[in-house]
């Protein structure tokens, strides 16, 4: 079965939100300087390239990823393209019947034409509209290519909030580059990290036949 990997690459071209960390590997230990391993020290932020936020990002009392709910992030899943270049996404930005029985939404703009190294001046993310629609019929993920799920410019962020309130959760800065519409099984786990408020993550999917 085909293996789709929709993950941006983590390295220091990677552009990343603004005033954010960006990727760091700094040598500790070096065989050619006479070490036995090759040893890095690791600097980013826990929203580098593709990820998942925690609740904690946005909640006072929300999970770090350790304690977020694993399911989530593993299982059926549902590729659909939109065309909106920027605002909140409705249900009605979608093709009819397209998100019928989806309990798993990646949404494919623009966004994933974007080269690495270039942060996207416009970009559509959700509305609350949206997320109460698909909670209404059992979605308990929503990934976008986009950056983030609400808008640029947010300080209340009603979309990350309506998220945490319908107990579902988000991917952001996925690759969808290539990858046809349709159905497919979704692999993005966080790492099992403390206190952070959110993680990288290696999202796949996996054609279902």
């Not at 890095?40 to 593709?50: I, R």
């Not at 990820?51 to 999970?63: L, N, P, S």
């Not at 920027?86 to 966004?111: C, E, K, N, W």
């Not at 509305?127 to 950056?147: F, N, R, T, Y």
């Amino acid at each position: 079965m085909p293996i789709y990997d929709i993950t941006r690459t983590v390295s220091p071209d990677l552009k990343v939100w603004p005033g954010d960390a960006t990727y760091a590997a700094a040598p500790a230990l070096q065989l050619r300087d006479g070490a036995s391993v090759n040893l890095m020290t690791l600097t980013l932020s826990p929203h580098t390239g593709t990820h998942a936020d925690a609740y904690y990002h946005y909640e006072m009392d929300g999970a770090h990823p350790a304690a977020m709910p694993l399911e989530k992030y593993i299982g059926a899943a549902r590729v659909v393209t939109v065309s909106k270049r920027q605002g909140g996404l409705t249900p009605d930005d979608f093709p009819a019947g397209s998100l019928i029985g989806v309990t798993r939404l990646l949404i494919h703009s623009h966004v994933s034409d974007s080269p690495d190294d270039v942060w996207p001046e416009e970009f559509p993310y959700l509305s609350v509209e949206l997320i109460a629609h698909l909670k209404a019929q059992g979605c308990v993920l929503i990934g976008l290519d986009s950056p983030s799920v609400d808008d640029f410019t947010s300080k209340d962020l009603p979309c990350h909030h309506a998220l945490f309130q319908a107990g579902m959760v988000n991917l952001e800065t996925v690759q969808l580059r290539g990858v046809p519409d349709g159905d497919y099984e979704l692999i993005a786990l966080p790492l099992k990290l403390d206190l952070a408020c959110g993680s990288p993550v290696r999202a796949i999917l996996r054609a279902l036949a």
